[in-house]
T-cell receptor, first 115, second 116 residues
Framework: DAGITQSPRHKVTETGTPVTLRCHQTENHRYMYWYRQDPGHGLRLIHYSYGVKDTDKGEVSDGYSVSRSKTEDFLLTLESATSSQTSVYFC??????????????FGAGTRLSVL | DAKTTQPTSMDCAEGRAANLPCNHSTISGNEYVYWYRQIHSQGPQYIIH???NNETNEMASLIITEDRKSSTLILPHATLRDTAVYYC?????????????????FGQGTILTVHP
């Protein structure tokens, strides 16, 4: 499992409340990613990080923010949750560097329901 | 990154080889082929990747045609636990004008069902 832990694994929240999801890794990887997965859309990149305090937007970043204050933790925050953010969220780390060595390992996912 | 085309679904008998095709006719010379799978309710799992030579690891074999326009993932002895969605992804190597920082684009994949 490449030492990736996502928490919580399940969460139910109400519209308008802030929510923070945590991704923790134990292997000191530089790159970390947050994806969401919805029926009919596959996995879509929300935000990614390429180092401590270095983050950038993915393709579906609206309504989300991230922070990475230390190598092992990458936090995803929904500032004011909406029903459209009901989804399964996956964190990933990237192993290796250089040509072709872009192997990503994924966490078990967080299932978020916004009511 | 090149677009990929995979069959929507496939069936395989347990113990037999599962051969999953992927078409990537617009692939360029510096693009790699990656295969991932996702078992129900779990995170995606890396299987194998290659550039132009055939590759084999403990999970599977990857056969890439000589013109690199298609590839086949082979699970040599499929088990019920191999039932999953299999994704074929084509991506440029870093520093070769590809998408930044390793973003992977997952399509719809192939639903492989292994029957007893």
């Amino acid at each position: 499992d490449a030492g990736i832990t996502q928490s919580p694994r399940h969460k139910v929240t109400e519209t308008g409340t802030p929510v923070t999801l945590r991704c923790h890794q134990t292997e000191n990887h530089r790159y970390m990613y947050w994806y969401r997965q919805d029926p009919g859309h596959g996995l879509r990149l929300i935000h990614y990080s390429y180092g401590v305090k270095d983050t950038d937007k993915g393709e579906v970043s609206d309504g989300y923010s991230v922070s990475r204050s230390k190598t092992e933790d990458f936090l995803l925050t929904l500032e004011s949750a909406t029903s459209s953010q009901t989804s399964v969220y996956f964190c990933a780390i990237r192993s290796g560097s250089g040509s072709g060595k872009n192997i990503q390992y994924f966490g078990a996912g967080t299932r978020l329901s916004v009511l | 990154d090149a677009k990929t085309t995979q069959p929507t679904s496939m069936d395989c008998a347990e113990g037999r080889a599962a051969n999953l095709p992927c078409n990537h006719s617009t692939i360029s010379g510096n693009e790699y082929v990656y295969w991932y799978r996702q078992i129900h309710s779990q995170g995606p799992q890396y299987i194998i990747h290659g550039l132009k030579n055939n590759e084999t690891n403990e999970m599977a074999s990857l056969i890439i045609t000589e013109d690199r326009k298609s590839s086949t993932l082979i699970l040599p002895h499929a088990t019920l636990r191999d039932t999953a969605v299999y994704y074929c992804i084509v991506r440029k190597a870093d520093g070769a004008g590809g998408t930044s920082y390793g973003k992977l684009t997952f399509g719809q994949g192939t639903i492989l069902t292994v029957h007893p």
